[in-house]
């Protein structure tokens, strides 16, 4: 076969394998390598629900996808051009992403007759043929064998020798999409030189074996170069995570208000590493605590609160309904304090390591008494900063609580980060009281009716918050119409916050048949779909602010013969939305499987309702 080396707009990786295979390294270390050549690019981590799931299983198959491309794109794409599997299990998870056009590695070594039967094919049955599909190009490669022959040099044992095969296969993926191998040469040289420095060399000479082995064998005809993203502002770029965004955009709000951050937090799948980030930077002054369980975290958010700091909570769905009661605490008090779900499949455990977006209503109502929040939601890795900055912006210059909705796509997902300058964004001012003023715990702001902060020991300033009810002056009160007035309070003061967000913006033409509506991060599969659809007068709108809407969120939906509202769960927002404005035609476009939108399937939803 004539070798051909072809330009492409854009390719999709899949890489799978049991959860100990390193599938998720080598994704990162692809993706990374490619967002510092200028690629534009967004990944999808996929982990096994289970812990320690049997080697071999369906269940245990982790796997990492990562798009790359010469211009902007805001999905992990949907099908994939090259899958690497390490096992029949992970073949038989992921054959369902194949493009008809796709390249499949496998380790021949891991096809055997015990491994096809644990992945759950038949006897004497060919799993190409059986997944239908024998017609892709599959690349057959004994990739164990030729790793154990590879660290043969180095004396390795078997078990240690195995760690290294994921770098076989990063170096094939590596030379048919023509990737250099110095970031991940530099990369392996940091990881192991403190305490496993005996593993630097073998796992180099594996990468620059599986690399060598691709462009020896006749398999692959043809290789591939994307390239740099060219329509981009100018400035310093890094790969971020969401959960890494979330992180530093609350250390930046803490520099911009001047107030101390506090994280009281418990380990809770998947937004766990917001608290292991915020961790690591002490010298920023970020104090973080790993609380005995959900309730302490918050409550101890909430006296940090108190005491004058800017206070923030970490958790996911199961976390988030351990703190409702204390969060109204919150909301009586009214103390700023920002609440961040990254939601996860439930009810329950659920499905622990899968997104949804299931926690909207748990975020609107899921507290006793009336007791309103502030809820926003994050729509991409990247913007997950902005979106906690944002969030803990509000909580502190508003008095109050706010719920910041991610989800397990946004939190693991990463794609690449124009680094800003904090000149760049807006100083936050708390309303703190000061020595000496007259003050009452619940005088308002004649704008945003925000109490005043009394900052616990200042002279001066003494007074009572607390879950009990109380009148303006702090003192304990039962009276009917003061109840009446204070809970009326704390809802205008909520809905007033609608007064420093942005208004709703519409991708598309103001006014037609159909606008797409979307909130989270179904962003970027919604905007992908509305470029195919926008030709045929196809709007868009995404609403990053939920309690309360934008200002002009009715009269820009009621602008649109019907609206697609598309979440992954089973109608939350379109719901809330049809509470709120009784004129609308609403159709509702929902997927609950754990796994994020496909673009295809926004694009038909939407052509089946402009049919209709």
């Known amino acids: 076969m004539q070798h051909k080396v072809i330009d492409a707009q854009d390719v999709v990786l899949r890489f799978a394998g049991d959860s100990g295979d390193g599938m998720q390294l080598v994704g990162t270390l692809f993706a990374n390598t490619s967002a ?23 269940s245990g198959v982790s796997g990492f996808q990562v798009h790359i491309a010469s211009s902007k794109i805001t999905t992990p794409g ?15 998870t992921n054959a369902k992403f194949l493009k008809p056009t796709a390249t499949v ?58 760690k290294c095969k994921n770098m076989f296969a990063l170096g094939m993926a590596c030379f048919i999409y023509s990737r250099p191998l110095d970031y991940i040469e530099s990369y392996l040289q940091s990881k192991f030189a403190k305490k496993h420095p005996e593993m630097i060399e073998p796992n180099k000479k594996v990468l620059f074996d599986g690399y060598n082995y691709a462009s020896n064998i006749h398999a692959i005809a043809n290789t591939y170069t994307v390239a740099p993203e060219t329509d981009i502002p100018k400035g310093k770029y890094r790969n971020i995570s969401g959960n890494q ?60 609160s108190y005491a004058g700091n800017l206070a923030v909570t970490t958790t996911s769905g199961p976390g988030l309904s351990l703190k409702s009661e204390a969060l109204g605490l919150a909301v009586m008090a009214e103390l700023p304090l920002v609440v961040i779900d990254v939601q996860r499949a439930g009810p329950s455990t659920g499905i622990p390591t899968k997104t949804e977006q299931t926690d909207l209503n ?69 309303p703190i009281a000061g020595i000496g003023e007259l003050y009452s715990p619940y005088e308002r702001d004649s704008h945003t009716l925000a109490r005043k902060w009394a900052i616990a ?9 607390g879950g009990l009810e109380k009148n303006p002056k702090g003192v304990i009160s039962s009276d009917p119409d003061n109840h009446e007035k204070m809970v009326a309070l704390r809802a205008e003061k ?24 979307g909130w989270g991060g179904t962003y970027g599969h919604l905007f992908s779909a509305w470029n195919e659809l926008k030709d045929e007068g196809v709007a868009f709108a995404q609403f990053d602010y939920i309690m309360p809407l934008p200002k002009n969120a009715g009269e820009v939906l009621s602008s649109y013969d019907k609206i697609l509202v598309c979440e992954l769960n089973s109608g939350h927002f379109a719901d809330y939305l049809k509470g709120r404005f009784d004129n609308l035609n609403i159709v509702k476009c929902n997927k609950v499987q754990g796994q994020p939108f496909a673009v295809s399937e926004i694009v038909a939803a939407a052509r089946k309702a402009m049919e209709e």
Request: aromatic share 6%; net charge negative.
């Open 494 to 517: 909520v809905q007033r916050v609608a007064a420093s967000i942005p208004e709703l913006e519409v991708c598309g033409p103001k006014q037609g048949k159909l606008l797409l509506v």
């Open 36 to 58: 510092l050549l200028g690629n534009s690019l967004s990944t999808f981590p996929d982990f096994p629900a289970e812990i320690r799931a049997p080697q071999g299983t369906v």
């Open 362 to 430: 748990q975020a609107l109502y899921g507290r006793n008494g009336e007791c309103p929040c502030v809820v926003m939601a994050s729509h991409s890795p990247s913007q997950c900063f902005d979106a906690a900055f944002n969030a803990a912006k509000i909580a502190l210059e508003h008095m109050t609580p706010v719920i910041l909705l991610s989800e397990g796509f946004l939190g693991n997902g990463s794609e690449p980060w124009l680094i800003p300058s904090m000149k760049d964004y807006p100083t936050i001012q708390p």
């Open 78 to 92: 949907d099908l994939c051009d090259l899958l690497v599997a390490m096992n029949p299990a992970a073949l038989k």
């Open 105 to 162: 590695i496998v380790d021949e070594d891991m096809f055997t007759d015990q491994l096809l039967d644990k992945a759950g094919f038949k006897a004497d049955e060919n799993p190409f043929e059986a997944l239908k599909i024998e017609d892709r190009v599959i690349v057959s490669a004994k990739i164990t064998s030729l790793t154990l022959d590879s660290v043969a040099p180095f004396g390795m044992d078997r078990k240690a020798a195995l």
């Open 245 to 304: 965004a979330t992180a530093w955009g609350l250390i930046a709000a803490s520099e911009k208000s001047g107030r101390p951050l506090f994280c009281g937090s418990y380990p809770i799948t998947p937004a766990t590493t917001i608290l292991e980030e915020l961790a690591i930077h002490k010298s920023l002054g970020v104090k973080t605590l790993q609380a005995e369980d959900e309730i302490a975290a918050i409550c101890m958010a909430i006296g940090a």
């Open 457 to 465: 020991g200042t002279v001066g300033l003494e007074h009572r918050v």
